[in-house]
């Protein structure tokens, strides 16, 4: 192991002095806003102004649609990480090991989107802050403990990918970055405690005029967890600055750093797989990325440059006698967009260029010699141009579009998607119909798994090509009385060119394009308010899929929320979900793999009651309050009834 990676190691796993800082700020600034709650406060009466679950879907002119989670409902659900923040969303499926941090495999924690994003390595789910990509750059999947829920305003769930929104990927998540929003200084800060050993504390403050904008905070969750060596922690530390020089132009800053480790507790004893208790997997991550944008009568666009530097280290000698896997990676490029509204319609064009580099060193136990991979560097630039027109006619509104993305990768060459779109409104009905085609570049994963796992693989990973994923959707929302909002979405993935490797025989060992799957279904949500201070939300989603052993795919999963504003100062929230049996465990890379682990279905209900004051609320949530016994992984049992107590200040 380097010595970069001892130290962090030895930081991470023993040294609790970073805990210690965040819980003393924290305490000070509670005892300093103490003295202004001293005195009783007169409270008006406050309709419920935040839905359940999801805060709502946007549906732009190119037919793009996705799903916001906000601020609002990551405290609602009581949500310590990104996978529980988005465990109730319609057509996501969420996998874990740990109740706080992700361990950085598929199984250990993972988000999938209508059945994308359980192949491993590579994976299809690209996750963002900011727009910018923010993953391990080695083996090209996402590893959750980099996107932190405290450095959330908004999280932004496309099941879809559009060619002209962005390029390679076939789905995404995507975290918008909070801001000082009123004016003159503000601050706020967060502490709790539950089951589990679980500990949390956040402190942020910012300051907003007409010029500038600036936004700092830093957080820390952590939990011993509900088994023996079950225990996570995420640390976060934003910094988001902003500067009108005029009114049509802003630059902004913003740097985002995490450092975290979670623990596999293995599986239980009997349940045939191998043991894993005590491997630690640890990440951390600095996001720099600095973005001018500009808007006016006929043009806005931004451009934006961008540098993330980051480790994920699977240490494993001392526990399952596997080889350590220490990643270091960076990624880094600048992208352009820019919309022109002129007279035949509206006119997106831009460019991104895209650096992925890393490293890789595989330390087996014993005198065995390390095996290190790179650094290697890929590259990819992409240019993209849509079109978009609406025509009005009464009441009806139409917009047709059509975009296209063409690519040049340094390693597997060229390749183009294309998307046509079609949104119809009439007063408070829309409709919209869309098709694409998106690409997704192997990245570097394959040269890395060529060198540390299997080498007899050769240099077989040149010959590769993008996969490829047609995706089409057809949907329908309605507006009508009592707040009342219905949405019904049909979809259908058929992707191809899934890479894999082959053994022999016949001769070589290699890797191949050639598998094909399809996952197609259907989402249906609702949210009514059938009283002021109560909103209800439900949600349902089919799933039919090709292979029929795609892991993390159930074939029904059924969400549900409640808001209610008790009293003036007592607000009630519950979540609860229901989720079909499944297959488990990463989709292989391996040719005609198949998936033999499944879990049963299980039922899950949460609830979180706070009580307001002027400058804060005081909160007790539960989590399966029905003391289900349920798991993501078989011989992984997830924790019982659980209880956290907190608070929130903001002055």
């Known amino acids: 192991m380097t010595q970069s990676g001892r130290d962090r190691r030895r930081r991470l796993r023993h040294d609790g002095t970073g805990m210690k800082h965040v819980f003393v700020g ?72 740990n109740p706080v941090g992700a361990f950085g495999g598929g199984e250990g924690g993972a988000v999938l989107i209508r059945g994308l994003g359980s192949s491993r390595p590579g994976g299809e789910v690209v996750t963002l802050v900011d727009g910018v990509p923010n993953y391990n750059a080695v083996f090209n999947h996402p590893l959750l403990d980099l996107m932190s829920v405290d450095a ?44 589990h050993g679980l500990r ?40 988001h600055l902003g500067w009108r020089p005029a009114a049509d132009w802003e630059l902004r800053y913003l740097f985002n750093r995490t450092d975290n480790a979670a623990t596999d507790p293995g599986p239980e004893t009997g349940a045939g797989l191998p043991a894993t208790r005590g491997d630690v997997y640890l990440t951390a991550s600095n996001l720099h990325a600095l973005t001018l944008s500009w808007s006016g009568e006929r043009a806005s666009g931004h451009l934006k440059a961008y540098l993330n530097e980051g480790e994920g280290d699977w240490l494993r000698r001392t526990t399952s006698a596997n080889a350590d896997s220490l990643n270091d990676y960076r990624l880094s490029g600048v992208r352009w ?50 079109w978009s027109r609406t025509w009005t006619a009464g009441e009806w509104e139409l917009t047709p579009s059509v975009g296209a993305r063409w690519y040049e990768h340094d390693e597997f060459g060229r390749a183009s998607g294309a998307e046509a779109g079609l949104v119809l409104k009439r007063g408070a009905m829309q409709w919209h119909a869309a098709a694409n085609r998106a690409v997704k570049f192997p990245g570097l994963e394959v040269a890395a798994f060529s060198t540390v ?92 899929v090709t292979p029929d052993d795609l892991p993390y ?52 209900v949460n609830a979180r009651l706070s009580w307001d004051f002027e400058r804060g609320e005081v909160f007790l949530a539960g989590e399966n309050l029905l003391d289900r016994d349920y798991r993501y992984r078989p011989g992984y049992p997830m924790p019982g009834t659980g209880w956290t107590l907190g608070t929130r200040l903001h002055w």
């Not at 290697?376 to 141009?385: I, N, P, V």
């Not at 590769?464 to 994923?469: A, D, G, Q, S, V």
């Open 337 to 386: 967009r820019e919309t022109l509204a002129v007279a035949p319609g509206e006119f997106v064009v831009g460019t991104d260029y895209d650096a992925m580099r890393g490293r890789s060193d595989s330390v087996p136990p014993g005198a065995a010699p390390t095996v290190t991979f790179g650094p290697e560097t890929f590259t990819l630039f992409s240019a993209y141009a849509g």
């Open 553 to 604: 795919a159930p074939e029904w999963s059924l969400a549900g929320g409640l808001t209610w504003r008790m009293t003036d100062r007592l607000t009630l929230n519950v979540d609860g979900s229901y989720t079909a049996a499944q297959y488990a465990g990463s989709q292989a890379r391996a040719g005609a793999a198949v998936n033999t682990e499944r879990v049963g279905a299980f039922v899950l």
């Open 26 to 97: 924290s305490s000070l600034a509670l005892i300093f806003s103490a003295t202004a709650l001293a005195q009783p406060v007169q409270l008006e009466a406050v309709e419920v102004s935040a839905t359940p679950i999801v805060e709502g879907t946007r549906l732009d002119d190119r037919a793009n649609r996705t799903t916001l989670v906000g601020a609002d409902q990551i405290g609602a659900l009581n949500a310590h990480d990104i996978a529980s923040a988005l465990r109730r969303t319609p057509g996501v499926t969420i996998t874990r090991y």
């Open 200 to 239: 949390g504390a956040k402190v942020a403050a910012g300051f907003k005029d007409e010029a500038f904008n600036v936004y700092a905070m830093q957080s820390r969750r952590q939990a011993e967890g509900h088994r023996p060596d079950a225990d996570g922690e995420l640390n976060s530390t934003l910094l």
């Open 453 to 544: 796992a299997i080498p007899a693989l050769g240099q077989s990973w040149r010959t590769l090509r993008p996969e490829k994923l047609d995706q089409y959707e057809l949907g329908w929302r309605g507006e009508f009385a009592r707040g009342t909002a219905v949405e019904l979405t049909f979809f259908r993935n058929e992707g191809r060119d899934r890479y894999v490797f082959v053994p022999p025989p016949p001769p070589p060992f290699r890797f191949i394009n050639v598998e094909r799957f399809r996952t197609q279904g259907a989402e249906l949500s609702v949210t009514v308010r059938p009283h002021e201070r109560v909103v209800l939300f439900a949600g349902i989603s089919r799933l039919d």
């Open 152 to 195: 959330a305003a908004h999280i932004a769930v496309s099941h879809r990918a559009s060619p002209v929104a962005a390029g390679n990927q076939f789905a995404s998540v995507d975290i918008t970055p909070p801001r000082a929003v009123t004016p003159g200084f503000s601050a706020d800060a967060m502490l709790l405690a539950g089951s």
